[in-house]
């Protein structure tokens, strides 16, 4: 798929916002990795804790220890957390944090059914994939874990006309969905926590995504005001270079697993607290506060919006700029003028959600920005871009932006640019 589009570049070299090519070229990288190089690739400081920890060569994952850098990563994330979160279960990945909450929900509410939202994506282990919105991932797998049921995203009376059961154990969801970066009204979430407390759910947020500074404050959810039982981060965490995730939940929640001596073990995970994931959490989460991080999210976030919004009005396939902070959807969709709308139905009866793609290769041949079409059958791209861009790549992005739009305007010329890559694309693949 990557030499079809001829995004089979080989990088060398990654700093900051950017990645270098084996020829050389600069690329803007607007994905971050799925959003893991959040403070930019070759951090000076996280590299240097992690030589610093290779040096030491402390005793790791001894298993049987009280090992101290789990602890105090897991302070750490306590102390971003609302009161009540005062346990952390480290995982390697977003979804075994995911497949961490399944279970210490079920377990602390005896109850098994679980409530996810349509276009959710909360991983792709089987239990996570249970939870997964998009019939495109789940098809083939089956059967996933019984009593998972989905309900439409931001709709509390569906969400109430499932939780009058009184079998559900938890409900689950992103506070911004990363397929489509859909977003519910803070009505919503407040009403989704005052349903499950009356019910008896836990709320699960998954963070994994939108987590970690993202949206500008540390937990996106904390601008809902609403106080989840149960949290999952990964991604950000060890700024990309460490696998590592974390489940937070409340001591209750903790407690219903770890019951007894003899229930000591009955959820663990070899690698969970390796010493290289903690360390570089720890750079990570001291990056954040050196360098201002948070405020810095909210600034650039503002600049995007200021420099993307007119671009909206601008441009009549541009539909709607929406997200928070530097999680960005670029929504695009039916023109109004005939002649633009025919132009736009012949692209998407070539296959849906075409457009949005048509705009992602642009902007990587000719400008070099790294982007990605935000969900299958979607017309949204999605922006990732590192948590340390700022003004100039902001710039960057809108400038490109508006010459590809232009030319989406003006005539053919995108189509014939996006036939050529792909034909392109298709003979260097036969000639492999
Ligand atoms: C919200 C959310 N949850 C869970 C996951 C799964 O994380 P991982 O790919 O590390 O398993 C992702 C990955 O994109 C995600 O966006």
Not at 184 to 201: N, T
Not at 267 to 282: C, D, I, K, R
Request: charged share 20%; with cysteine; net charge negative.
């Amino acid at each position: 798929m990557l030499g079809q589009i001829e995004f089979d570049r080989f990088y060398v070299k990654g700093e900051g916002c950017y990645l270098i090519d084996d020829k050389g070229d600069r690329y803007l990288d607007f994905l971050s990795g799925f959003g893991v190089f959040a403070l930019g690739r070759g951090h000076p400081a996280i590299v240097q804790a992690l030589h610093d920890a290779l040096d030491a060569d402390l005793p790791n994952l001894v298993q049987m220890d009280c090992a101290l850098l789990p602890g105090v990563l897991a302070q750490e994330l306590v102390a971003r957390s609302h009161p009540g979160i005062e346990r952390v279960f480290f995982t390697n990945s977003g979804a075994e944090a995911v497949e961490s909450a399944i279970k210490f929900a079920r377990s602390a509410t005896k109850r098994t059914r679980i409530l996810y939202c349509d276009h959710a994506f909360h991983g792709l282990t089987t239990g996570a994939l249970s939870l997964n919105g998009g019939r495109e991932f789940r098809s083939g797998f089956g059967p996933l874990l019984p009593g998972c049921d989905m309900i439409p995203f931001g709709d509390a009376s569906a969400l109430a006309r499932e939780l009058r059961r009184g079998d559900v154990a938890a409900f689950i969801a992103e506070p911004i969905q990363g397929k489509g970066v859909n977003m519910a009204s803070e009505d919503f979430w407040q009403e989704a926590q005052s349903l499950c407390r009356r019910h008896k759910a836990l709320m699960i947020l998954d963070e994994v995504q939108a987590g970690m500074g993202r949206s500008g404050t540390f937990f996106c959810h904390e601008q809902f005001g609403i106080t989840p039982d149960i949290i999952t981060v990964s991604k950000a965490l060890s700024g990309g270079y460490v696998p590592v995730g974390a489940m937070l939940c409340t001591e209750t929640v903790s407690d219903s697993v770890f019951s007894s001596m003899d229930r000591a073990v009955v959820h663990s995970s070899t690698f969970s607290t390796n010493q290289l994931a903690m360390v570089a959490g720890l750079a990570t989460l001291q990056a954040f506060e050196d360098e201002d991080i948070l405020d810095r999210v909210r600034r650039t976030g503002k600049a995007f919006t200021k420099a993307l919004d007119p671009l909206v009005e601008k441009y009549e396939f541009l539909h709607e700029v929406r997200g928070m902070g530097l999680m960005i959807g670029l929504v695009f969709g039916e023109p109004t003028t005939p002649a633009l709308r025919r132009r736009f139905r012949m692209i998407e009866a070539l296959r849906s959600a075409l457009f949005s793609q048509m705009i992602v290769l642009p902007l990587f041949h000719r400008h070099r920005i790294l982007t990605q079409v935000a969900a299958d059958n979607m017309n949204v791209i999605k922006l990732l871009p590192p948590l340390i861009a700022g003004d100039d790549e902001v710039e960057l992005f809108a400038d490109a932006l508006d010459d590809v739009l232009s030319s989406a305007q003006q005539g053919s010329s995108l189509i014939f640019e996006f036939g050529k890559t792909m034909a392109r694309g298709t003979l260097h693949k036969a000639r492999l």
